[in-house]
């Protein structure tokens, strides 16, 4: 245990030596002061003792108490923005070069020729460059409980579930950093290739989220195409039973019984009602789609399967937040339907292009369930899964390596 | 100063016992030799066959085979890229060997528990800059399993060892190259170490320095330490170490101690006052006229008796032979060079210029230095000139 700490001991001062660490502590200090300084009463929003907006009567005390308020903007703003991007990337600039100096020429020579074992020594080193993000994480986040608790009068404990969920968010990206880090021994190669590896995991999240979204409005489409033509079909088939008992009943003497009408060849009800063909015609275009999109979507979550899952880490986190702190969430309706709708044709929604804002939302709510449906386990398991994998080929790469 | 290094040595430290390489356990290429086991007891560094191939087929060292006696001061030479560093790096598990037989303080090569007692300076170091001077000496011992306590109490005599006890709470970062040096030495002996190894110590460090390292090399080896040094500066080498090896291109081309190597190449120079008439061929009468010796009939064009082989050191033209009891002589001007140790050989000699009358000037026994030697062991015999430095691509190996 003397050398583990000795080397948690020299990354403290390592990091402490840097003032990019004090930096990004002095931002997050400034980010939890403005957030101590925001506040809501009946007039509205406040700043300091300046009145800001009620932004139209939205929000006020009445519509949003301040703990309400307080427990928003830290997991809508404090984590989603700041902690998930502004420290991430900041805490990615000032440890990228932590691997890189260590395996340097000069260096590394003294501390392998100590009786620790290089994958002890390798690990121990990775796990204080996550130090960092720690001691920033835990920092911000007791700041943002104080805030919360003093301004917004509730305790709220859950806010601290924020740092290991982001640590290991972090260790994700940090692991990647290692590695190239260890492979290139360059800081500058480490951060651009980490900030890479991150853009092309934005890219597969939003590939992900866009291919389930694509999806989700096909089969929105097809239940919406079902519903229309079922209507259609229910208008067009009275209106070819009137027809036809207008025409097999008018030689009938009275008080006669109405003979029943048979059922409509479907060629006549297209011919009845000629929108229920296009109807037809949108509605078999959308179950294509739909399964196509559903290939592609499990394409996609086959993918992000053996990746890190970094915007669902953080929406895990924001997700629990909400829930442990009774915040409202997105799913507060349920679906209407009209059956007494006049058989107008059915509007599909284009996931790329959305302009109706109720069909919007409702995409949105079923894109949202969908992800809902992943589990803790396939979130976090199989990316720290990828992250082992990664700690692996770099302890492999470090131990086997000559220096 | 005058401390007691020793004193304070915790034997027994806790340290894993994990092996230093994935790939080459200790056991395939460390645990062996057991024909040479009985005799770890007198070794502090037994090596057998210790070879590296790097990748791109650079074989940079082929067969080792180097003892150090416990308890002495080991010098390891050779040109640039002759492979000491590899070597060093290998017993500091630095580098895998790509095969070493061999025990280091009784253990196997690449033992990670036995670095616990060894102290290690490599050459070019970089400490953190972030630490001051005590803390480096601090991290390392605690990098070796130094209990805190310990290293509190020892960090502060060898920051005064090594004349950096002002220095000790300013940061590396200020140091000048000297003074890293020094705050490197006392950190190879944070752990209280049995050996000590030192790649370049003398590296940057001012004259006043390095006599200060000489004298604390001295020391530790009085305190019972081995220490293996590694180091360009021959001069300095001749005053400390006990034995050398010297290592080209990848094998060891000799190792003794100085005075086994050089007493091969001692040569006795009488020189007379004057010649006669006859000049140079009147000393070879007179040497041949007694038989004192039996001289070449003609003149050959040679380096001085007694310098080393193959250095090109400026030939002169010289009457060449032998003496009666059979070592080489060299009649050169006014100078008879006898290659000999024993001074009983070179009576007869004496005897036959004074019975000619010749006035003896003097009389000195003439060693070859360390440099000389080094220069003969890379100094290729067939051209005299200097070998190319580094190993050479297997293949293209002699």
């Known amino acids: 245990m003397t050398s583990t700490w000795a080397l948690v001991l020299d990354a403290y001062r390592d990091l402490n030596s840097k003032k990019l660490f004090w930096i990004t502590l002095v931002i997050s200090g400034l980010i939890v002061l403005a957030f101590a300084a925001i506040g809501v009463n009946e007039q509205g929003v406040t700043l300091l003792h300046w009145q800001i907006s009620d932004f139209g009567g939205t929000v006020t005390s009445d519509t949003i108490p301040p703990a309400m308020l307080y427990k928003s903007i830290f997991s809508n703003f404090g984590i989603a923005f700041w ?4 420290a991430s990337i900041l805490a990615l600039i000032s440890t990228a070069g932590l691997i890189p100096s260590f395996v340097q020429g000069g260096a590394v020579e003294l501390v392998l020729s100590k009786p620790i074992t290089r994958v002890r020594l390798f690990l121990t080193k990775f796990a204080c460059g996550l130090l960092f993000t720690t001691l920033q994480v835990a920092v911000f986040t007791f700041a943002c409980f104080l805030v919360i608790g003093l301004r917004g009068k509730s305790w ?44 092309g995991l934005f890219l597969v999240n ?3 989220a866009a291919m389930i979204g694509m999806r989700e409005a096909a089969k929105t489409n097809v239940e919406n195409l079902e519903k229309s033509v079922a209507r259609h079909e229910r208008f067009a088939t009275r209106q070819w039973e009137q027809l036809w008992l207008t025409r097999n009943t008018k030689d009938l003497p009275d008080g006669a019984p109405k003979p029943t009408p048979p059922k409509p060849p479907v060629a006549e009800l297209d011919e009845a009602v000629p929108t229920l063909r296009d109807e037809r015609r949108k509605l078999a275009e959308q179950q294509q789609m739909a399964q196509r999109m559903e290939l592609f979507a499990t394409a996609a979550v086959g993918l992000k399967t053996v990746l890190p899952k970094t915007g669902e880490t953080i929406d895990l986190l924001s997700r629990t937040l909400r829930d442990r702190m009774n915040l409202p969430g997105d799913d507060s309706d349920t679906e209407t339907s009209n059956e007494s709708q006049p058989p107008d044709q059915a509007r599909t929604v284009n996931f790329w292009n959305q302009r109706d804002p109720e069909e919007s939302r409702k995409l949105q709510q079923r894109i949202d369930g969908e992800f809902k449906k992943r589990s803790v386990w396939w979130v976090l398991g199989t990316s720290l899964l990828f992250e082992a994998v990664i700690l692996a080929i770099a302890c492999i790469v470090f131990v086997r390596r000559d220096f | 100063m005058g401390m ?9 430290r806790q340290v894993e016992s994990a092996p230093a390489f994935g790939p080459v356990t200790p056991g395939e290429w460390g645990a062996g030799a057991p024909s040479h086991r009985s005799e770890t007891g007198e070794w502090a560094i037994d090596l057998r066959n210790v070879d590296k191939m790097y990748r791109g087929k650079v074989h940079a060292l082929r067969g080792i085979e180097m003892r150090v006696k416990k308890g002495e001061v080991f010098g390891l030479l050779g040109p640039n890229g002759a492979g000491k560093s590899t070597l060093v790096k290998i017993l500091m598990t630095v580098i895998a060997p790509t095969r070493a037989e061999g025990t280091m303080l009784g253990q196997p090569v690449g033992h990670k528990p036995t670095l616990a007692r060894v102290g290690y300076l490599p050459e070019h170091h970089k400490f953190p800059e972030y630490l001051t001077g005590a803390q480096v000496v601090e991290f390392y011992a605690a990098l070796a399993g130094v209990d805190r306590a310990t290293r509190k109490k020892r960090t502060p005599e060898l920051l005064e060892l090594v004349g950096m006890k002002d220095w000790g709470n300013k940061k590396v970062g200020g140091y000048s190259k000297g003074m890293r040096q020094r705050v490197g030495i006392a950190q190879a002996l944070g752990t209280n170490p049995d050996l000590v190894v030192l790649d370049e110590p003398t590296d940057g460090v001012d004259p006043v320095g390095r006599r200060e390292i000489r004298e604390m090399l001295t020391r530790i080896k009085e305190e019972g330490r081995t220490v293996f040094l590694n180091s360009h500066l021959l001069s300095e080498l001749e005053m400390v170490c006990d034995r050398v090896a010297i290592l080209v291109q990848g094998k060891v081309k000799s190792q003794g101690t100085i005075e086994e190597l050089t007493v091969k190449r001692q040569v006795y120079e009488i020189e ?18 007694k038989q004192a010796a039996r001289m070449l009939a003609g003149r050959v064009e040679a380096a001085p008796l007694g310098s080393a082989a193959g250095v090109n050191i400026a030939k002169r033209v010289g009457i060449r032979g032998q003496l009666a009891s059979g070592e080489e002589v060299e009649v050169d001007h006014g100078t008879v060079r006898i290659a000999t140790v024993d001074a009983e050989r070179i009576q007869p000699t004496l005897d036959a210029l004074r019975g000619a009358a010749y006035v003896i ?8 230095s360390l440099e000389d030697l080094f220069m003969e062991a890379v100094t290729d015999p067939e051209t005299g000139k200097a070998l190319g430095p580094g190993a050479k691509k297997e293949g293209g190996a002699k």
């Open chain 2, 4 to 12: 007691g290094l020793v004193a304070a040595a915790p034997k027994e």
């Open chain 2, 272 to 289: 007379v006052a004057a010649l006669g008439a006859d000049g140079v061929e009147g000393l070879v009468a007179a040497l041949e006229g």
């Open chain 1, 83 to 86: 902690l998930a991007w502004g």
């Open chain 1, 156 to 199: 709220e404990p859950s806010v601290f579930l924020a740092i290991p969920l982001v640590v290991i968010f972090f260790s994700y990206l940090y692991s990647i950093c290692a590695l190239i880090g260890l492979v290139t021994r360059s800081t500058i190669a480490a951060l651009l290739l980490t900030l890479l590896a991150w853009f």
């Open chain 1, 206 to 208: 939003f590939g992900d």
């Open chain 2, 361 to 368: 000037k003097s009389v000195k026994a003439n060693r070859p």
